[in-house]
């Protein structure tokens, strides 16, 4: 490796390496959230392959920035798939991404983030790094929140810091070499990495008070207001959300998220099913509940093997039920969830959009009996799947005993969180206390919780602290299908008896016109299921005897609406506050202390007719640098700056460089000569200097034609 190779990446290397960390981190906030494991190599590993190509483009004197070209074309070309993978590029995006529009952008994000690496021999291009990581993590934390996300994000702060005023001091130091005979160079290698060092010192400096600032007044603020940042005032967010949670989680989500908050889903047709009876349509179901949300104990599906035209599903022999075919088509939602009642046993895909496809919507069938596909599906998509529908007569049910398998009871029974047992275990003990069954549990359970409990889709989150069981079934008494759900289902485990909650869409109205069941998008549902040994898992409905709803006034807006609007108005404030200030603090440690104040001064205060030349003049070096392709160096007089002007060929023409001239003279006596400027002499200096830039760009015009 020669000298100047070995100077280069020595100047270089921190600045990649904290690009290194602040990537990693951003990717590891998306993968947290994908949990694809494939998926997450392919990306940590491009970014690493493209940081070590601008390493070397660096040590060498060239560059990469056509494999960034590259990445990210393809990734914008993959994007656009939806569901209809384009062959190669459907890497690009983890099936999970796809069904969601914030986790597509966010993935989209990450590959602009990996051909922005593979550009950082240009120094500048690591801010597009910060910037895109920052864009990820604000897309990922609207669906996946959590404390190891929080510390990925606060490492990557610190590195972006780091990075953010390394790379300053790399500019100051080349403006310093460049100014010879104002800046004395001795010619002596910097000690790169004792600056990295100190610059890593004062980046942890700067984000470690202010991590734990941002944590003592968000843990204020969500104690005094519980859940303030899921307001009603967010309910469209919140309302895609659950939309994602109840309707596309086929695959893409597998974690279902209790006690968001308020709900409003749109009344737009989903699916469409024709059968001889309504059923509920699940699309999945969770065993692993964590007092917050539901989520698969086992992440995994098998690929059902190829028949004839219809796909077989293994189950036992002597399965107990009646059989139900069922036509479902997609209407208004994108889904790898193939929705059905019962037990499926089959499936085939009916229409000729399939034709081609077989890879992408290939059926597969997980550890729950729930269908989905490989790839989503779009709408129109239709497909026809036949179910064994369990009984459901209390005879039946009654006479199936409690023999469950040790597996059953660890996963469906024993799994319960230790706040949620405390706060249910003895009133599950007492309103179970005269039932002789596990149906006559359930059916009591449910009776109470159907009487004691009302529906509504305006109820506050549940509070951060609390069980969402235990909190809806103590304290709110009021929820929607998620918390009703969730309360059944968690109160018959305590019971003793093995229950899980499912996710899909009421039978929906009847379409007379179509001859199918018609669920909207606000059909979207939770329920229980309960197993019952001999015949499987058997849905249970709690359905609330009344609802809360606003009650009517006479004035326009309520004192709820006002609170809302008002909390809506107030979370603005703050975010706005917030960004301004972690800004604020970053500008002010890479560039001094005083410099906001300084700024602020400066715009308070009326500036003088001196100062406002000094600016015209300002603006005219920059832009008149642009034009001749030369760096705006601060160093410079107006002397200096009018002879590499002339230098770099702006002002060849004879009239031209006697503007040039004049215009400097002017400025020159207006800025520094002994009386104050008037203000018709400022107006003159701005005329001046906007008619010798457009004389230049004449002039550069004329030059570049002759020259052809």
Avoid at 15 to 33: H, M, S
Avoid at 144 to 159: G, K, P, R
Avoid at 349 to 355: A, L, R, S
Avoid at 585 to 590: C, D, G, P, T, Y
């Amino acid at each position: 490796m020669s000298e100047e190779a070995r100077e280069r990446i020595s100047r270089a290397g921190p600045l990649l390496l904290g690009a290194l960390v602040v990537c990693t981190c951003a990717a590891a906030g998306l993968t947290n959230t994908l949990g694809d494991p494939g998926w997450e190599l392919l990306l940590h590993a491009m970014i690493v392959v493209a940081i070590g190509a601008s390493a070397l483009a660096t040590m060498v004197g060239g560059s990469a920035a056509w494999l960034g070209i590259l990445v990210i074309g393809l990734a914008a070309v993959a994007a656009t798939q939806r569901g209809v993978p384009v062959p190669g590029l459907s890497l690009m995006f983890s099936v999970e991404a796809l069904a969601d529009d914030d986790l597509t952008l966010a993935t989209l994000c990450g590959w602009l983030m990996v051909g922005f690496c593979f550009m950082l021999s240009s120094r500048h291009v690591v801010l597009f790094c910060i910037v895109s990581g920052l864009a990820m993590f604000g897309l990922t934390a609207t669906v996946n929140l959590n404390t190891v996300m929080v510390l990925y994000f606060a490492i990557m702060m610190f590195a972006a810091v780091f990075v953010w005023g390394y790379e300053h001091l790399l500019n100051l130091d080349e403006g310093s070499a460049k100014g010879v005979g104002r800046v004395r160079v001795t010619g002596r290698t910097h000690n790169w990495a004792k600056m990295a060092r100190t610059q890593a010192l004062a980046g942890t400096l700067l984000v470690t008070p202010l991590m734990v600032l941002g944590i003592l007044v968000g843990t204020l603020l969500y104690t005094v207001g519980p859940r303030l940042y899921i307001h009603p005032g967010g309910m469209g967010r919140y309302a895609r959300w659950i939309q994602v949670s109840l309707l596309s989680y086929g695959g893409s989500l597998s974690s279902f998220y209790i006690g968001r908050g308020p709900v409003n889903l749109p009344a737009t047709p989903a699916i469409e099913v024709k059968a001889e009876r309504s059923e509920l349509w699940r699309g999945q179901a969770y065993n692993f509940y964590t007092g917050r949300s539901w989520s698969k104990g086992v992440q995994q599906t098998t690929r059902l093997p190829e028949g004839d035209e219809w796909y077989q599903l293994p189950v036992p022999d002597n399965l107990k039920g009646d059989r139900l075919v069922q036509r479902v088509k997609l209407l208004g939602l994108p889904s790898r969830a193939m929705f059905a009642a019962g037990r499926p046993v089959a499936v085939r895909m009916t229409n000729q959009e399939y034709e081609g496809r077989r890879m992408s919507f290939h059926p597969e069938v997980d550890n729950y009996e729930c269908l989905m596909t490989t790839y989503v599906m779009p709408r129109s998509i239709e497909f026809e799947v036949e179910s064994i529908v369990p009984p459901r007569d209390p005879e039946t049910l009654r006479a199936c005993g409690t023999r469950y398998t040790a597996q059953m009871r660890a996963d469906y029974i024993e799994q319960v969180p230790t706040l949620a047992l405390a706060e249910l275990e003895q009133l599950v003990g007492e309103l179970t206390a005269g039932a002789q069954t596990p149906y006559d549990k359930v059916v009591a359970l449910r009776d109470f919780i159907e009487h004691e409990c009302a529906y509504s889709d305006r109820t506050p989150a549940v509070p951060a602290s609390e069980d969402a069981a235990g909190y809806f079934v103590n304290t709110s008494k009021t929820g929607a299908c998620d918390l009703f759900s969730t309360a059944l289902a968690v109160m018959c485990r305590i019971a003793g008896v093995p229950a899980r909650v499912a996710t899909g869409f009421m039978s929906g109205a009847w379409n007379q016109e179509k001859q199918a069941f018609v669920p909207l998008q606000r059909d979207a549902h939770a329920w229980a299921e309960i197993y019952f040994p001999g015949i499987g898992w058997v849905p249970f409905d709690a359905a609330a005897e009344r609802q809360v709803g606003q009650s009517p006034s006479i004035f326009p807006v309520s004192m709820s609406e006002l609170r809302r609007r008002l909390g809506h108005a107030a979370e603005k404030l703050v975010s706005v506050l917030a960004i301004v200030g972690g800004l604020a603090a970053i500008v002010s440690a890479l560039l001094g202390p005083g410099v906001l104040v300084r700024w602020a001064q400066g715009r308070a205060t009326r500036k003088s007719a001196r100062a406002r030349i000094g600016k015209t003049y300002e603006g005219f070096r920059k832009r008149a640098s642009r034009l001749a392709g030369i760096r705006a160096e601060k160093w410079r007089t107006p002397g200096e700056m009018s002879e590499a002007l002339i230098a770099a060929g702006m002002a060849t023409d004879g009239p031209v460089r006697e503007r040039l001239e004049r215009f400097t003279a002017i400025f020159c006596a207006q800025r520094y000569g002994p009386t104050e400027p008037t203000e018709g002499q400022v107006r003159l200096v701005a005329k001046r200097a906007r008619a010798l830039l457009a004389a230049m760009r004449s002039n550069r015009t004329r030059t570049r034609r002759d020259h052809r």
